[in-house]
């Protein structure tokens, strides 16, 4: 039981893992108290907000292009930055990851109360957690196609509401488009990029999908498009069918609130269950990312090495599986806001994505051989193009994350404070073991380098 994986992801699972991850409960449980912030322009709040996730897929493209391996980000950033640098990744996705379990958790809970209000909603948020663990137990193959119906479900219901809701758009709503002014719009410009957060997740499960040079690149590609057709179409009607302020004050259920006001019952109850379902791919497939992360940590001896084991039959690493969705659990019991676990989602990834794109950039330099062989090969205008892109936006969205929840960011520094000492604390009692978790954390792990095929 050795931490190999099976490469069985296809491309249309590869589709299924990103638009399921991105769009989740962002969609439908963040967009009331966004709308809330801003007003009638949250859908320009989101074209903007595509802008950091255009610079984030360039620059994945080009990871999966070359390093189409489990944990690829973490792989890249620990080789090519340094050990130090990808640990603090390690940490930062931990957060993201358990953050928005937790988000889309209580986002299905409070779904399901809205028609059942005597159900227990931490019981639900437990229960929804738990049963996509099993899944990812079971194997990529139950994986993907549970992935592929549900994302295909949750488009048709998001074109139902987004067209039928174009005819019965009313333009009282629309005026004033700024009525909190243009500081609160760019705050929730900062906040929407939450709802881009899952592209990374395709590079994170690279070592299981087929053709990963090819299908990684072309499914993000693919993906960027639909996710932003859905998104604008999904926010302006939903401001311009119930007002703004109002949907605020009802909370993470308006989009159902909205759909009442134009579309037949039998309608609105199919979204109602279409919300459920795209909040639940989003576990789905965090479940599945977060145990690929951790299974890499793992090969790294960051985390014990008994973690690197797969099932014998369903092929799954099925200890990191069990690990991450006790860290969900956990994370939902203890419950923050969905508006401060966003905000630890979006400071995380910033870290994540700020390094990641930073070692991309040094790839050509520090790995020339893996870089040669890479499917994309950015010009030198391109890569800078792409790198200094992703950095400035990264960090402007971490400042104006940390201007909006000055507390929310401070936690989150201190937890990565935390994940610092854990990581001096490893190093010297492996140390003391006779084992350089750094010299380790130079090279490719075997497991890594099959998955590379070399």
Known sequence: MSGELERSLSFAGCVGVIVGMVIGASIFVII?????????????????????????????????????????????????ISPMAGFTISIAAVVAMISTNCIVAWGIAEYIASYFPNVSKIGIAISVVLAFGIINYLGVKIFEWVQILMVALLILAMLIFGIAGLFHINPAYNAPLFPKGLGSFFMVVAVATFSWAGFIAITEVAGEVKDPKRNIPLSIIFSLLIIMVIYVLQTYVFTGTLLWSKSA????????????????????SYIAIAA??????????IVLMGAREMLAWSRDQVIPASLNRTHKRFKTPYLTVGLITILSICGVIFAASLEKYALMVIFALMVIQGLGSTAVWLMPKRAPEIYSKALFRFSTFWSWFTWLGCVVTFSLIFLFGMLADLKTGIIFLFIMLGGVIYWYLRKSYLYKQGFSIEDRMKEFTDATLGELGL
């Open 32 to 80: 009331p108290t966004l709308a809330g912030m801003t007003g009638p322009s949250l859908y320009l709040a989101y074209v903007i907000s595509a802008v950091p996730a255009i610079f984030t897929a360039l620059y994945l493209m080009q990871l999966a292009g070359a390093l189409p391996v489990t944990g690829s980000n973490y792989v890249a950033v620990t080789r090519w």
């Open 249 to 268: 004050k009802i909370g993470p259920t308006a989009v159902l609130v909205a759909a009442r006001n134009f579309l037949p019952r039998w309608a609105v």
């Open 276 to 285: 459920i379902l795209a909040m639940a791919t989003t576990i789905n497939a």
